[in-house]
């Protein structure tokens, strides 16, 4: 089992930047395909993003897309999300997940595609 801490949440002004990391503990975590999901109260879990075992593929939401990027360090057992041009509808809890497939499958955008999450970490965009 893959536990996953997220950081790097706050405060930031329309048009700032945050990196959020995600630590995961577990041997297993390199060979995992890792997301990163939204959700405001009242709402579904968003996907955002989503980045491949070896890091070589990604996937974006079109609302992201030019904007986020996702990353990888393995060898640190990292995930990171590093988030520009922030919009205050980008204000959310951020949650990263980690999911039993090595590659992005057609379903990654699933919730459901992902049997690990942390706990969230909070993004507050002010206008």
């Known amino acids: 089992q893959v536990q996953l801490v997220e950081s790097g949440g706050g405060l930031v002004q329309s048009g700032g930047s945050l990196r959020l990391s995600c630590a995961a503990s577990?041997?297993?975590?390199?060979?995992?395909?890792v997301g990163w999901f939204r959700q405001v109260p009242g709402k579904e879990r968003e996907f955002i993003a989503a980045?491949?075992?070896?890091?070589?593929?990604?996937y974006y939401t079109d609302s992201v897309k030019g904007r986020f990027t996702i990353s990888r360090d393995n060898a640190k057992n990292t995930v990171y999300l590093q988030m520009n041009s922030l919009k205050p509808e980008d204000t959310a809890v951020y949650y990263c997940a980690a999911s039993k497939y090595a590659i992005l499958v057609v379903t990654i955008t699933r919730p459901s595609e992902f049997g690990s999450w942390g706990q969230g970490t909070q993004v507050t965009v002010s206008s």
């Open positions: 980045i491949s075992s070896i890091g070589g593929s990604t």
């Open positions: 577990g041997r297993t975590f390199s060979t995992r395909t």
